[in-house]
């Protein structure tokens, strides 16, 4: 198994471009399922994650093809053509929805495009329990007759799925997705209240609009979407991952460095800017991107809570521990969104950060002076959170399960490396 190896210590300097969103990347080619034409999906980053849907969608009966890398307004991300002119099985099996719990994002869809679906439950993972009610729940609003049975969610829409008014209990990026989706083919009106309001949903609402959809309100807490007798295929732009920019942002601030992020949108990033902001980072436009490094000097403690957009988000948290582990100061970061995502914190702890759990609350103690280990972590953002250490760190760090990473940092240790990061991948 892969492992990466970080030589600490160097200041990061150069430019990195930002790929295409994972989580915008993901429920956009769920939504190929809805027509029979051909949707092109430009700036797809190229991650183990996008493999695993491309996979389903493929057993699906999705026919998917891969045009290298066209470049559109500067973006040069993969393009895929998929076309789902029949589908040949509304079945997803575990064995593909385990590898990746988005898997749950073709439930919509298929129970739109052909009345039926059967797709494995995906079950908790590292850093919850992470239930799909939300989205069964909803689904039965509109008509949906739902059963749980050995392991799979059996959805039936025998007359089609009719309009409703769901209000979300709390607020939930795969429900809301889930829903725009199955309700853009439905009967009627949906609309739904204490919808999530993250860049991604609205990227999914231009693209489902663009192939025919009618949609209003994406981007704030109620949207209505008109139900249509058919999509048509379209061609959309993936827009720019806000948590791969985040995270460049703070390894440029935690290394004292100075990183031009080219394409990085500072309107999808405000709470993150402020919250740095106030940290010591400077993070300025330019007319590429974004140009981040510290204001002056050290780095000063902050008070975060992770919150759903246009709070900070919770995919962030991991990393800004790690960046808090070298500012003046004891700083408090609190987990809103997820049970059990500080499994970082025993590992930071080991590379010298002084943390201390304290329910959904981790205190860090800083400065500290971080020093190299062999370390690990269970999942993508918990496993970036210790490339940042180990970049600040002295000496050398050894990061095991690099399939983590991969799963969401296209390239990562070439881009890191292309600023003047030490780093390498290396086999066994
Ligand atoms: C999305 O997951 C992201 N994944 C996650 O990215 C991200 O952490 C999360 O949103 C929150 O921002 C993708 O977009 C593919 P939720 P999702 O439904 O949609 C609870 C990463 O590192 N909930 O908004 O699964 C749930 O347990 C990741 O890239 C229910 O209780 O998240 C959680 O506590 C991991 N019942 C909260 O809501 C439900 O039916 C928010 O989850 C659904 C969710």
Redo the contacts with the bound molecule.
């Keep these: 198994m892969d492992r990466i190896r970080i030589r600490g210590g160097r200041r990061l300097e150069g430019e990195i471009a930002v790929s295409g969103s994972?989580?915008a990347a993901?429920p956009l080619m769920a939504a190929a399922l809805l027509t029979e034409e051909t949707l092109v999906l430009g700036n797809l980053p190229h991650l183990n994650d996008i493999t695993t849907l491309a996979n389903l969608l493929v057993q699906h009966g999705v026919e998917i093809h891969m045009n290298g890398h066209a470049a559109k307004g500067g973006h040069a991300g993969r393009v895929l053509e998929m076309t789902a002119a029949r589908i040949v099985s509304s079945k997803a099996p575990y064995d593909l929805v385990r590898k990746m719990?988005?898997s749950v994002l073709v439930l919509g869809p298929l129970l739109a495009r052909v009345g039926q679906a059967e797709v494995s439950l995906p079950g908790g993972c590292a850093?919850?329990?992470?239930?799909?009610?939300?989205?069964l729940k909803a689904l039965e609003a509109m008509g949906a007759e739902i059963e749980l049975a050995d392991g799979y969610i059996l959805a039936r829409a025998p007359e089609g799925l009719h309009g409703a008014k769901v209000v979300f209990p709390?607020?939930?990026?795969?429900?809301t997705e889930n829903l725009m989706m199955a309700a853009s083919l439905a009967k009627g009106r949906t609309t739904l209240v204490n919808a999530?309001r993250e860049p991604?949903i609205v990227d999914l609402a231009d693209c489902l609009t663009a192939m025919g959809a009618q949609i209003e309100g994406a981007g704030s807490d109620s949207i209505t979407i008109e139900g249509v007798e058919r999509l048509r295929g379209a061609e959309h732009w993936v827009v720019p991952d806000r948590?791969e920019t985040g995270t460049y942002a703070m390894a440029a601030a935690i290394t004292d460095g100075v990183i031009d992020l080219v394409h990085a949108r500072a309107d999808h990033l405000e709470a993150v800017i402020a919250v740095l902001g106030a940290a010591g980072v400077s993070i300025e436009e330019t007319n590429r991107g974004l140009r981040v490094k510290r204001a002056n000097g050290a780095l000063r403690a902050v008070e975060v809570t992770t919150q759903p957009y246009p709070g900070f988000?919770?995919?962030l948290q991991a990393q800004m521990t790690a960046l808090m582990s070298t500012a003046e100061g004891a700083s408090t970061i609190t987990e809103t969104?997820?049970e059990n995502r500080f499994m970082h914190v025993p590992e930071l702890s080991r590379m010298g950060a002084e943390v201390t759990v304290d329910g959904n609350s981790a205190i860090i103690r800083g400065p500290c002076d971080l020093q190299g280990a062999p370390v690990m972590a269970t999942d993508?953002?918990a496993s970036v959170s210790l490339v940042l250490a180990g970049l600040a760190a002295e000496g050398e760090t050894i990061l095991n399960r690099v399939y983590h990473l991969d799963r969401?940092y296209e390239r990562l240790e070439e881009k890191l490396a292309a600023c003047g990061a030490d780093i390498e991948r290396i086999g066994d």
């Design positions: 994972k989580n993901l719990r988005a850093i919850g329990a992470r239930p799909v009610d939300l989205h709390t607020v939930s990026v795969g429900a999530a991604e948590i988000p919770t995919d969104i997820f993508l953002r969401g």
